[in-house]
């Protein structure tokens, strides 16, 4: 069975740019997730999917994040446009719905904006 | 304050010594995590935990509730146990899990 799939590895752009992160779940896991590592800080919750729906999307920045799950299979973040603190190691999760199900994670997105 | 504290923050042993990572959180809480993310790697779950105390191999997590209290350990530590153990918690009805600052972990040949 494949992991958490997250596309791309390592992404450089300038301040300005737009870029979009992607995240594949496990196949069958209808709760995804996004967090975000900023330098020297503990990882955060950006928002979480249920199936297409954000069920909850508090820890979204600004409005320059924007996160979609189109029949909800894989899920995007886009950041536009991207500023210097938005650099930072951005991690996708995924689980089965459920109470306490186990959340398994992807290999994350290093964004580093100059 | 963060809602989750580990400690200590680096911690640097030889081979074979037993090693232990606390955690400590301020919330009511559904599950607590342990997880492990190797140099370069991705993050990887150890333990899911709401009560008691879990084993496989050489590790043992344990949860005292009402202490809201949490220790990873690793007996006959080895170099490939260096990584950064992070602990994390699902507060109440919440589905997102709220992180602790992780512990860098080297062990020295």
């Known amino acids: 069975e494949a992991g958490v799939t997250q596309f791309p590895s390592h992404s450089v752009i300038e301040k300005g740019q737009t870029v979009t992160l992607r995240c594949d779940p496990i196949s069958g896991h209808d709760n995804l997730y996004w967090y975000r590592r900023v330098m020297g800080k503990e990882i955060k919750f950006l928002l979480h999917?249920?199936?297409?729906?954000?069920?909850?999307e508090s820890g979204m920045p600004n409005n320059r994040f924007l996160a979609e799950r189109t029949g909800g299979t894989y899920s995007t973040l886009k950041v536009q446009p991207a500023e210097l603190e938005d650099s930072g190691v951005y991690f996708c999760a995924s689980s089965h719905l459920g109470v306490n199900t186990e959340a398994f994670f992807g290999q994350g997105t290093r964004l580093t904006v100059v | 304050k963060n809602e989750v504290e580990q400690s200590p923050q680096n911690l640097t042993a030889q081979e074979g010594e037993f090693i232990t990572i606390n955690c400590s959180y301020s919330?009511?809480?559904?599950?607590l995590h342990w997880l492990q993310q190797h140099p370069g790697g991705g993050i990887v779950s150890l333990f899911m935990l709401s009560s008691g105390k879990k084993k496989h191999g050489r590790l043992i997590a344990t949860i005292n509730i009402q202490e809201k209290h949490s220790s990873l350990h690793i007996t006959a530590s080895h170099p490939r146990d260096s990584a950064v153990y992070i602990c994390?918690?699902?507060?109440?009805?919440?589905?997102?899990?709220?992180f602790g600052q992780g512990t860098r972990l080297t062990i020295n040949p």
């Open positions: 994390a918690v699902r507060a109440g009805g919440a589905q997102k899990l709220v």
């Open positions: 919330v009511g809480i559904s599950a």
């Open positions: 999917f249920v199936k297409e729906s954000k069920q909850d």
